[in-house]
């Protein structure tokens, strides 16, 4: 059954990024710069730090995942917003702290939960953009994303909170921007000007 599980988060994925790639060439998604610059970054670690923790489906999802973010870093340099602001700066500070406890640590869980720390500094960016301008992002990336994830979670053979922290983590990070488009719109209404930080 893992394998049907593995075989759908890597269709979500696949369906996802290009989805955004398209978007955002088109200008109609706007990538926040930092985010996904400690996307990339962090795929990267995140996936080393699995294959130490000894996953092996999971990685699957791990791997494309970090693929499609470099890919939308590269094109946020081109078509997307800020990089700059104070709370761009405090959010790369962050995940830096994050990024050293990842690298420094001796033991896998620990270097899982610096990823998760920079993770959340970089995710917040982007949650806090899809709220103030809602269509500046393309909400089926995220929720392919963050379905694909759930789907990783399902393919861990036992239980293991280690190995199924990140996935999780992951499910819930990327719906959160999706529900900050909601509230957005509702509490701003559909029409913004554009998003400047």
Partial sequence: MKEVFVFLSAVLILFAGPLYVVDTIR????????????????????FASQIYLGASWSLVFSGLDTAA????????????????????????????VGVTIAIAAKQPIISLLGVILADIAGTVLSVRKAYIE?????????????????????????????????????????YAVPIAQVVGRAVHGSVRGRFKG
């Fill in 134 to 174: 809602p269509q500046s992002e393309t909400s089926a990336m995220w929720l392919l994303t963050g379905t694909a994830a759930l789907f990783g979670c399902l393919t861990v053979s036992k239980f293991s909170v280690a190995i199924l922290l990140y996935p999780f983590y992951l499910m819930t990070a990327n």
């Fill in 69 to 96: 973010s470099i890919t939308i870093f590269t094109l946020s340099i081109w078509r997307g917003v800020g990089g700059h602001t104070k709370l761009d700066i405090a959010a790369l500070l962050i995940a830096a």
């Fill in 27 to 46: 200008g109609k998604a706007r990538p926040e710069r930092v985010t996904w610059f400690v996307f990339s970054v962090l795929g990267v670690i995140a």
